[in-house]
């Protein structure tokens, strides 16, 4: 007998072995329609799998939030046999599922172009009405090779001839000639995939990521569990086209990139300004909130990483120079010694623990809050640069707690309730907050991770964070080797989400670079470090703020509040006047005095998305008033300059100034 414990509990007993679609179709055929695969003890399995021992058993369906991955795996698949159909001769590499869709890595000498697309697409959906049976199949490890050797699929082949000996080769038929190296699971038929699919672009990638390798052809697409879905997505990545960072900083003259300084950042006057205010504004919120703010060195000793157990992590990534000095026989700088190498900072962490490290601590000085805005260095890849969303040089916005085991629920609470006023005032409404949970690997005792895990659980408790309505989350194993952590992502107005705050224990850092405290009984004690984020680094953030606004920020943010426009050279000077005024009132203020017709002057300054506009003419002039136009307004407010300045100046108030 076969026992099948279904999620309600409820179990059901076979006198044989058994399939997930056997199990469906038991309980009813609307669920043997829908069924696409199995979860065996919570693991992802096809729906045909013999089932011949006592299991728990779940039904994967389309609304089953893992069920996205599945088809995406599978488009990947049908997108593979639709290449190799249309164009003879291609080989297949590698094709998973990604977030939001799936690639597919083919090798073949003429390149293919998005103009391919239309057909490409066309045979996925002739694949999917074909209804072609996705069949598991275990092959000796020789005769695979061979076989993808036999039909000249020469990087399948050295797949497999990497794999351990007496791994089990899976390979999945698909239809009655086509087959693919793959783990799964898999659909049941390319049916199930259904066709809300769509292929969004071509990339290079190298085989196996390995720049001395070929340079293969990547199609991304993506695939949804319903048109709808597919829709919407569709719509937001046309919607997220429009507000890319870079073309809305180009058209605002906030910044620059160029190849001269590859990962870095140019920024204008007007950029710089939005990034003065963020961090104005920041700066204000910490001191309020206790913080204490230090500045530290940018190059540090090797010797410094070494110890903090960053150099062996980080030190492909971080960017090395030799300690020089002059030769004594005057033939030039030479190295100084052995070992002696600096390295830009990847990350505030260690130089804040010798900061707390100078003079004696006492539990009484605890909490200790240290902020940075820490100008850091990592060597990302150039593949892996993206305009001011991934750099090489970032400021973070960075801060270290440090605290007593007994304070680590209050602290963490605290930062909690900071970061949610953070948020709002800049206009993110909707974030959620996941617990990473221990790792397979970690450092600690299970007892310490218990106590870890419950401090952070409790303070977003009582913070009154952990509802639905927060999105509150566990993962499991997703935590660092030495600790768990709280991830806070944020949703941007299009849908978009951003992991951007965390907040995570550590008590390691402080055992290895030998920070102390003398605890109320006169002893030495190690404090608990928390390394927290709101922002995660200026550059990313102000990157998302210029998506989620579209380049139209709140009225206390904008780099220019208000630019005075005249309609003819007669109110020059009443212009300079009414200019002169507003700024006198705290307001970034410029003015346009071009003899330019004034509709010029408001097309122009909408695209550089200037909040308020500020329109005077003679008319204005004789009767000391001005006539306001708001952003994407159609229409203006005429208005006593002191009427207008006063409640511009309430408008440009910065929260929590």
Excluded at 73 to 89: I, N, R, S
Excluded at 214 to 220: E, G, K, S
Excluded at 375 to 399: K, S, W, Y
Excluded at 643 to 653: F, G, M, N, P, Y
């Amino acid at each position: 007998m076969v026992a099948i414990t279904l999620p309600d509990g409820s179990v059901r007993q076979y006198d044989r072995p058994v399939t997930g679609a056997d199990v469906a179709a038991d309980i009813g055929p609307g669920l043997a329609k829908a069924a696409l695969a199995v979860r065996i003890n919570g693991e992802m399995k096809d729906l045909l799998l013999p089932l011949t021992e006592n299991t728990n058993l779940a039904i994967v369906t389309r609304k089953d939030p893992d069920a996205l991955e599945l088809l995406r795996h599978d488009a990947a698949h049908v997108l593979a046999e639709a290449v190799q159909e249309l164009f003879p001769g291609t080989q297949v590499t590698i094709g998973p599922a990604i977030e939001n869709g799936f690639y597919y890595d083919f090798a073949r000498k003429e390149p293919f172009s998005t103009d391919d697309f239309a057909k490409i697409e066309a045979k996925m959906r002739e694949i999917v009405d074909r209804d072609e049976p996705i069949v598991r199949e275990v092959w000796p490890r020789d005769k695979a090779i061979a076989h993808f050797k036999s039909i000249g699929e020469q990087y399948k082949a050295e797949l497999i001839e990497g794999f351990p000996q007496d791994e089990p080769i899976s390979i999945y038929r698909q239809g009655e000639k086509w087959l693919d190296l793959c783990r799964g699971p898999h659909l049941p038929s390319t049916s199930k995939l259904g066709k809300a699919f769509k292929l969004t672009k071509l990339a290079g990638a190298y085989w196996r990521g390995d720049s001395n390798n070929a340079m293969l052809q990547r199609i991304y697409g993506t695939a949804w569990a319903d048109e709808k879905q597919l829709a919407n997505y569709l719509t937001m990545l046309e919607e997220a086209e429009k507000r890319d960072h870079r073309k809305i900083g180009q058209e605002m003259d906030l910044f620059h990139l160029q190849s001269e300084a590859q990962g870095s950042v140019f920024w204008h006057p007007k950029g710089y300004m939005l990034w003065r205010q963020l961090e104005q504004y920041m700066r204000r919120r910490l001191d309020a909130a206790g913080y204490v703010e230090v500045k530290t060195p940018q190059l540090m000793n090797s010797k410094q990483w070494e110890a903090s157990g960053h150099w062996g992590k980080y030190r492909e990534n971080m960017f090395v120079v030799p300690d020089e000095v002059p030769n004594t026989e005057d033939e030039g700088p030479v190295l100084s010694g052995q070992g002696d190498l600096m390295a830009l900072k990847p990350m505030n962490c260690p130089a804040h623990i010798l900061i707390f490290r100078q003079g004696i601590k006492s539990y009484r000085d605890l909490p200790i809050r240290m902020a940075e805005f820490g100008c850091c260095h990592r060597n990302e890849p150039h593949g892996a640069l993206h305009g001011i969303m991934r750099v090489r040089q970032f400021t973070q916005d960075d801060a270290h707690i440090f605290c007593t085991e007994d304070q680590i629920v209050d602290e963490v609470r605290r930062f909690c309730e900071l970061l949610d006023v953070v948020y709002k005032d800049l206009g993110f409404e909707k974030y959620a907050i996941k617990l990473a949970l221990r790792p397979e690997k970690r450092f600690g005792t299970d007892e310490m991770w218990d106590r870890a895990e419950n401090n952070l659980r409790e303070a977003v408790r009582l913070a009154g964070r952990q509802g639905p309505e927060y999105g509150w989350q566990e993962l499991p194993g997703e935590g660092a080797f030495y600790s768990p952590k709280l991830e806070f992502h944020l949703t941007d107005a299009i849908g978009r989400t951003w992991q951007c705050g965390t907040i995570q224990l550590d008590y390691v850092l402080p055992e290895r670079l030998d920070a102390s405290y003398i605890g109320e009984d006169g002893a030495k004690h190690r404090p608990v470090m928390l390394h927290r984020a709101i922002l995660g680094t200026f550059e990313r953030f102000l990157g998302i703020l210029i998506e989620h606004h579209a380049g139209r920020f709140p009225m206390w943010l904008a780099p220019v509040q208000a630019t005075v426009c005249t309609i003819t050279s007669d109110a020059n000077d009443y212009a300079e006047e009414v200019a002169a005024t507003l700024r006198a009132n705290g307001l970034r203020v410029e003015v346009d005095l071009r003899n330019e017709k004034i509709n010029f002057k408001v097309r122009e300054h909408s695209l550089a998305k200037v909040p308020v506009l500020v329109v005077v003419g003679k008319k204005e002039q004789e009767n000391r008033g001005v006539a306001l136009r708001r952003l994407g307004g159609a229409n203006q407010e005429i208005l006593a300059l002191d009427e207008a300045t006063d409640r511009l100046a309430k408008e440009a108030a910065v929260p929590g100034a």
